[in-house]
């Protein structure tokens, strides 16, 4: 890869500079497609400059396939296309900008929400220590938000303080419907918050 290519945060957002990423070819190629759409379909695209799209990638430095997973490699590898998951913008200067994990999208009332940007905001509550971001299902609207919390020591809030605190800076949409406090989040042994952990226990209490 061209030794320009290199993460860099800015303002909080993961990015990836290549200055020749959109001919890289003797490396890997990267595109940014319409999170929608399927690799195999004619109709696919690019998507513009500043829009989200999904990160495809091909080379051949890119992975053949999941170790003993068939299934696992066919929806991964589409079209000759690595579908990393990942959504992302690319600026005029070509900096790459992660946005959120497409598994991970809300999507209520046909309006797209990213749980990241809703969990930034929580981040800046002096009272909470750690939060996450998950859709539940609503029968009006698709998925609603639904923000998992956890307080620093000593503190306590109530749901409609954390959901007027996002309020103020987001817009009604994207502002969680209802909260959870819990205790600590659940997590993989590298860190990440096992969202689908939280789905099926939002899941299980609807059930009971």
């Known amino acids: 890869m061209d030794p320009e290519a290199q993460p860099t945060p800015i303002k909080g957002e993961r990015n990836i500079h290549c200055p020749h990423y959109s001919d ?5 190629v990267n595109r940014f497609w319409e999170s929608w759409s399927c690799s195999e379909c004619p109709h ?35 079209g000759g296309w690595l579908h ?15 946005v959120d994990r497409k598994k991970d999208i809300v999507i209520s009332g046909g309006e797209n929400i990213y749980p990241r940007e809703i969990e930034e905001i929580l981040y800046t509550h002096p009272k909470i220590a750690d939060a996450a971001v998950i859709g539940v299902p609503d029968d009006i609207w698709g998925e609603s938000v639904k923000a998992v919390v956890v307080l620093k020591e000593g503190q306590t809030m109530a749901e409609e303080e954390v959901i007027e605190f996002c309020q103020q800076h987001l817009a009604s949409y994207k502002r969680p419907r209802s909260v959870d ?16 952990e939280l789905r099926a226990r939002c899941r299980e209490r609807e059930q009971t």
């Open 181 to 196: 406090f819990v205790d600590v989040l659940p997590r993989n042994p590298s860190g990440k918050v096992l969202k689908t």
């Open 24 to 28: 890289c070819l003797d490396y890997v």
């Open 44 to 78: 696919r695209k690019e998507v513009p400059v500043g829009e989200v799209g999904e990160i495809v990638c091909r080379g051949p430095i890119v992975m053949k396939g999941y170790y003993k997973d068939e299934e696992g490699t066919k929806e991964a590898l589409r």
């Open 84 to 98: 990393t998951g990942d959504l992302a913008r690319v600026d005029d200067e070509g900096f790459f900008y992660i």
